[in-house]
């Protein structure tokens, strides 16, 4: 029933709270001597096949290390933190209308 | 895989960034302390973070059990190890204080208070950090609840 769009929006918010899971960790380690920022590469991971797989994690490039060989930036984290949390607030409200549509589906039927 | 990891992670974080500044506060409290339960002045203490994959126990043994595993583990925050400053204390001539050595000199804690108020306020701002890292994963955890009404 909810296949087509629904299952691609759910995919978006998989994909979403795996990436908030890592800037969360970022966050956490941002004093780690020698840790380096972890990401997932967004726009490969939704194109490629809607699957079962485990986005990969890699290291996010091109950003300056510090001395300790940490290489957090509170600026970039922040960015994605927010713009995680906005974007993943557009896929629920996406889903609602989805679900909403099924659900007036349901009700105009028991109606007659 | 569920966002309330996260949650743990940033627990963690908030975790670690406490206990660095109880140690700083520590520091700043102990400046003119010249005797301690191991005798000689106050050293300054320190704590080294590092990378801790076991935040979250329960989902750990979850994933393992259904298979679930994504994002090759959660990297958390702990306090590997608590450093103690062995630098040479700071000898300062007090010929009248009763912890003066024969030739009229006591040892102090070499604690500088700018060194320690800025890291305090690291370790403030990373704690807050943290804060604004567990709000936004609750905004969208309620937002998933919220798809249910």
């Given amino acids: 029933m909810l296949d087509g769009l629904a299952s691609h929006i759910e995919h978006y918010m998989d994909l979403l709270s795996v990436r908030q899971k890592l800037v969360a960790s970022n966050i956490a380690n941002a004093d780690t001597p020698g840790y380096k920022t972890r990401d ?20 996010a490039p091109g950003l300056k290390i510090k001395n300790d060989g940490n290489n957090v930036s509170m600026d970039r984290e922040s960015r994605l933190l927010a713009e995680n949390a906005l974007r993943f607030q557009v896929a629920t409200e996406l889903m609602r209308s989805e679900i909403q549509t099924l659900r007036s589906a349901i009700q105009e039927g028991s109606g007659s | 895989m569920s966002l309330f990891d996260a949650l743990s992670v940033s627990a963690s974080g908030m975790s670690a960034q406490r206990t660095r500044a109880e140690l700083l506060t520590e520091n700043l ?4 302390t010249t005797r301690t339960p191991e005798g000689g002045p106050y050293r300054r203490k320190d704590a080294v973070f590092a990378t801790d994959y076991g935040v979250s126990p329960f989902a750990s043994v979850f994933e393992a059990q259904t298979g679930d595993g994504a994002g090759g583990g959660l990297a958390g925050v702990g306090v590997a190890d608590i450093t103690v400053d062995n630098r040479e204390p700071e000898r300062r001539y007090q010929p009248g204080h009763p912890d003066a050595d024969a030739e009229g000199y006591v040892a102090f804690p070499r604690i500088n208070p700018a060194e320690d108020m ?3 306020m690291g370790a403030a701002r990373g704690y807050e950090a943290n804060v604004a890292a567990v709000a936004a994963v609750k905004d969208m955890i309620q937002h998933s609840i919220d798809l249910f009404h």
Avoid at chain 1, 44 to 51: H, K, V
Avoid at chain 2, 29 to 32: D, M, Q, S, Y
């Fill in chain 2, 118 to 120: 800025v890291d305090l």
């Fill in chain 1, 40 to 59: 997932i590469d967004f726009q490969q991971e939704f194109q490629s096949a809607i699957g079962n797989e485990p986005p990969a994690v890699i290291e």
């Fill in chain 2, 29 to 32: 409290a102990n400046a003119e």
